[in-house]
């Protein structure tokens, strides 16, 4: 496969956790950043974190402290755990290969719906 593939949206209460995992094939995943974007309905896609595959982290201010992106690299899986979940994390998240820390990829997975409400 050569599209990124997401699992692990849904419906969660504020404050709650969610899991996002994406899967890709390993020429893309092997030595290139992979990121995690998100939109919300009306907004511009925007950047929630990317990891290099030495592991380098770069995260969006809203989700500092929240989030966290971490990558297998034997599984060619990137993972965002994200905690204390609220309802401006609502959006449909996408997962990014092919990228830089500062680029993004050319290659995005279709996209998996997280809605935060109670």
């Known amino acids: 496969q050569v599209q990124p593939v997401e699992s692990g949206g849904g419906l969660v209460q504020p404050g709650g956790s969610l899991r996002l995992s994406c899967a890709a094939s390993g020429i893309i995943f092997r030595f290139s950043a992979m990121g995690w974007y998100r939109q919300a309905p009306g907004k511009q896609r925007e950047l929630v974190a990317v990891?290099?595959?030495?592991?380098?982290?770069n995260y969006a201010d809203s989700v500092k402290g929240r989030f966290a992106i971490s990558r297998d690299n034997a599984r060619n899986t990137v993972y965002l755990q994200m905690n204390s979940l609220k309802p401006e994390d609502t959006a449909v998240y996408y997962c990014?290969?092919?990228?830089?820390?500062?680029?993004?990829?050319?290659?995005w997975g279709q996209g998996t719906q997280v809605t935060v409400s109670s």
């Open positions: 990891i290099t595959y030495g592991g380098s982290t």
């Open positions: 990014n290969a092919g990228g830089t820390i500062t680029t993004e990829g050319a290659y």
